[in-house]
């Protein structure tokens, strides 16, 4: 016994040596690669870009960011003549080029759909990260919010995945007359645990997007649909984030639907035009 305790001490003193520096290699790594992690920025394939500028109502939209970076996005308007329209402002996932979403906002009528990609998205120029995706949403609400053909009072916020924590952030900030979030999380801290828990994330971590404290200030209503099989954003994550938020919130599990798929839920649409026609009402 005494002979396999030492044979342990030994070899055990001799490999910590090695583990605690890939250990530290390995946190290093994570720490300076994350965004690669994070972000997957995908472009604006030409033959999209054209079929956009071909659908009736769409049309671009340029906005220059306030350190000069120009953000590219769309504007879709489904009704002609209203003097002061609602507004939708639209905030995607982490590898999401909004091109297709706008279009498939046409769906409800009666409401004008903004959006940009973010930075290094599409043909957003400049880089994401958590500071530029929150500031350059304050800079969008506040351009909307002065055009004239837009009802201040009925500018609502629709954001997935990653987006909404965005669309949370923009909600304590800024006078959103409602929210719906699609496979929202609490933390991004608390996602990431699920994989990288060996690792101190919380230090490394440079994008935390904690959207708790933004929740608790948002006093509008709140519209929350989770996928019942995520695989990416576990559901009491989201469960969380509904029981912090200010205002008054109604959640739907959808069960049978993944991260991705629940954007297919045929019942999406009806669910969010009901939600927003009280609000426009």
């Known amino acids: 016994m005494r002979k396999f305790l030492a044979f342990l001490r030994k070899y055990s003193i001799g490999l910590a040596v090695p583990f605690s520096i890939l250990y530290v290699g390995l946190s290093l790594y994570l720490y300076f690669n994350q965004d690669q992690f994070i972000f997957y920025p995908m472009p604006l394939p030409e033959e999209t870009r054209v079929q956009m500028q071909r659908q009736p109502g769409i049309s671009p939209l340029l906005l220059k960011a306030d350190d000069g970076v120009t953000l590219h996005g769309w504007m879709h308007h489904t009704t002609s003549g209203a003097s002061k329209r609602p507004v939708i402002l639209y905030f995607g996932g982490n590898a999401e080029e909004i091109s297709y979403q706008v279009m498939e906002f046409g769906r409800l009528s009666g409401w004008t759909t903004i959006s940009l990609n973010y930075r290094g998205y599409g043909a957003s120029q400049g880089k994401p990260s958590q500071r530029n995706l929150f500031r350059d949403a304050l800079t969008l609400f506040d351009y909307v919010a002065t055009r004239p053909d837009v ?36 933390s991004f801290l608390n996602v990431i645990k699920k994989n990288y828990g060996i690792f101190p994330v919380r230090i490394l971590l440079k994008h935390p997007f904690e959207s ?17 099989n995520d695989e990416v954003i576990p559901a009491e994550c989201s469960r969380r984030l509904v029981a912090a938020w200010k205002g008054p ?26 939600f927003l026609s009280a609000i426009k009402n």
């Open 212 to 228: 708790l404290p933004y929740a608790s200030l948002a006093a509008c209503p709140l519209l929350c649909v989770i996928a019942g």
């Open 151 to 186: 009802d201040p009072r009925c500018i609502v916020t629709v954001g997935f995945s990653l987006g909404t924590g965005v669309a949370t952030y923009l909600a304590s900030k800024r006078p959103i007359a409602g929210v719906t979030l699609i496979a929202p999380f609490d």
């Open 249 to 274: 919130a109604q959640t739907i599990e959808v069960q049978g639907y993944n991260h991705n798929s629940i954007l297919s839920w045929p019942g999406l649409w009806d669910t969010m035009n009901h």
